[in-house]
C-alpha cells in the first residue's frame, strides 16, 4: 500500500480566494488523481494530475478553475480558484502504481468557502 | 457519468446481524473495488475483485462478482458498531468511478 498526506486537512476561505492543496506519497506511483466530494455525495473525478505534463480534466472541470501541478512521481498540487460557496466540499488526492491496480487514497482536504 | 450504482443508498442492522450491498454498473470491467468511508474522512480500501474471480474473502468481508449480470456484492458478516460507514464501489483501470453509495448503519 501507499501512504499519502494531504495538506492542509481543512481551511475555510473566503469567496474569491484560491486554495492550492498537497499531496505527498510515500513511494514513486505512476497515477495520481484528484476528486472531489460534496456534501453527503459520493466521489467525482476531478482530473488526472501526469507527471511533467497538463493535467487531464474530466468533463465539467477545467485548468482555469482547477490548475494541477505534477512535479515528480510523488508529489502534486490541486489549487481551487476563485472559490465560491459551492466549491465546499472534500478534495481528495488518490495514488496507483499502474493501471488495473489498487487505488489509495489520501485523507481529504475538507474546505469551506465562506 | 457514475458507473456504479449501490442498492441499497441506507441500510440499518442490528450489531451482530449480516449486512449485503450491492452494487450495478454498465459497461465491461477487468476489476471493481470496494471502499469504506467513515463520516466524511478518507476512503479505504477493502478489496479489488478482477473480471475472473467471482469471489474473495478478507476477514469478515466476502464480494462477489458475476460478469454476466454486472453486478457485485459486498457481504459484511456479524456486523460491529464500528462498521457504520458508507460503502462505495468503484470501476475502472486508469481512472476509477465511483457509485453513489450505501450508508451503512448498525444499531447497538
Known amino acids: 500500500s501507499a501512504v499519502i498526506s494531504q495538506k492542509p486537512s481543512r481551511d475555510i476561505c473566503q469567496r474569491g480566494t484560491s486554495l492550492t492543496i498537497q499531496c505527498q506519497v510515500d513511494?514513486?506511483?505512476?497515477?495520481m488523481f484528484w476528486y472531489r466530494q460534496q456534501p453527503g455525495q459520493s466521489l467525482t473525478l476531478i482530473a488526472t494530475?501526469?507527471?511533467?505534463?497538463?493535467?487531464?480534466?474530466e468533463s465539467g472541470f477545467v485548468i482555469d478553475k482547477f490548475p494541477i501541478s505534477r512535479p515528480n512521481l510523488t508529489f502534486s498540487t490541486l489549487t481551487v480558484s476563485n472559490m465560491s460557496p459551492e466549491d465546499s466540499s472534500i478534495y481528495l488526492c488518490?495514488?496507483?502504481?499502474?493501471?488495473?491496480?489498487?487505488?489509495?487514497f489520501g485523507p481529504g482536504t475538507r474546505l469551506t468557502v465562506l | 457519468s457514475q458507473q456504479g450504482e449501490e442498492d441499497p443508498q441506507a441500510l440499518s442492522i442490528q450489531e451482530g446481524e449480516n449486512a449485503t450491498m450491492n452494487c450495478s454498473y454498465k459497461t465491461s470491467i477487468n476489476n471493481l473495488q470496494w471502499y469504506r468511508q467513515n463520516s466524511g474522512r478518507g476512503l479505504v480500501h477493502l478489496i479489488l475483485i478482477r473480471s475472473n474471480e467471482r469471489e474473495k474473502h478478507s476477514g469478515r468481508l466476502r464480494v462477489t462478482l458475476d460478469t454476466s449480470k454486472k453486478s457485485s456484492s459486498l457481504l459484511i458478516t456479524a456486523s460491529r458498531a464500528a462498521d457504520t460507514a458508507s460503502y462505495f464501489c468503484a470501476t475502472g483501470d486508469d481512472k476509477i468511478i465511483f457509485g453513489k453509495g450505501t450508508r451503512l448503519h448498525i444499531l447497538p
Open positions: 513511494s514513486q506511483v505512476t497515477m
Open positions: 488518490s495514488v496507483a502504481r499502474g493501471p488495473g491496480d489498487t487505488q489509495y
Open positions: 494530475a501526469n507527471q511533467g505534463s497538463e493535467a487531464t480534466y
